[in-house]
């Protein structure tokens, strides 16, 4: 096995750097995830190696000169996010397509028909909308690509609709209160005495 000079994997940690997503093309290693599967780059060892957090839950790394992988297209991208939160999808949790609340069982909401993964019922109807439209049953706006879902743009460093700021209001050195913001609603700016308890609980200001 060749190694690669200082130089070479100093590029490859320029071009791999921690957070890409990639995709697998050759791996030579009886234990590899499927050829095609997606991952995330955690590191890029000395010896040339692009360690992955594979979505099958494998870690195996992209050994220098020896297995091949790519760094995924937006498309591809916007795939492994879907597919990542689909695994980890639970009880309570926020729709991946627009990020608006799913309260109760997820088993009671839609199944979207763009990817495995449920989403809330108003994005299961826009679906079904959309689906109209492209069959040319009636007009209406495109259907939405995955690259611009919710959950896509979260890690792409966005924020949850229902984040909450909490800014500590300092009087003669003590803190006697918070005054709470949702910064995808400007204005909408609330004061509460306990917003660990807000926090915690991923209660919603717009719901008070």
Do not use: F
């Not at 490859?12 to 750097?17: A, F, K, M, N």
């Not at 916007?78 to 309260?103: F, T, V, W």
């Not at 019922?121 to 049953?137: F, H, I, P, R, T």
Request: charged share 25%.
């Amino acid at each position: 096995m060749n190694y690669p000079d200082k130089k070479t994997v100093e590029e490859s940690r320029g071009q791999y750097t921690a957070g890409t997503v990639v995709i697998l093309d050759k791996m030579v290693d009886e234990q590899a995830p499927p050829i095609g599967t997606a991952g995330v780059v955690t590191s890029v060892d000395d010896i040339g190696t692009i360690h992955v957090d594979w979505l099958t839950g494998s870690t195996l790394g992209i050994a220098y000169e020896e297995d091949e992988c790519h760094i995924a297209t937006p498309h591809e991208a916007a795939l492994y996010y879907i597919n990542k939160e689909a695994k980890e999808q639970h009880d309570g949790s926020y729709c991946p397509r627009c990020g608006d609340e799913m309260p109760g069982s997820l088993h009671t909401h839609a199944v979207s028909r763009r990817a495995s993964i449920i989403v809330c019922d108003m994005c299961g109807v826009k679906e079904s909308l959309e689906d109209a439209v492209q069959a040319g049953v009636m007009k209406g706006e495109a259907p939405l690509p995955i690259e611009d879902w919710y959950i896509v743009k979260k890690n792409a460093g966005g924020k949850h609709p229902y984040h909450i700021e909490a800014t500590e209001e300092i009087e003669d050195g003590v803190v006697i209160g918070y005054t709470v913001t949702v910064p995808e609603r400007p204005g909408a700016i609330a004061h509460c005495d306990k917003p660990n308890e807000i926090l915690a609980t991923g209660e919603s200001l717009m719901e008070k």
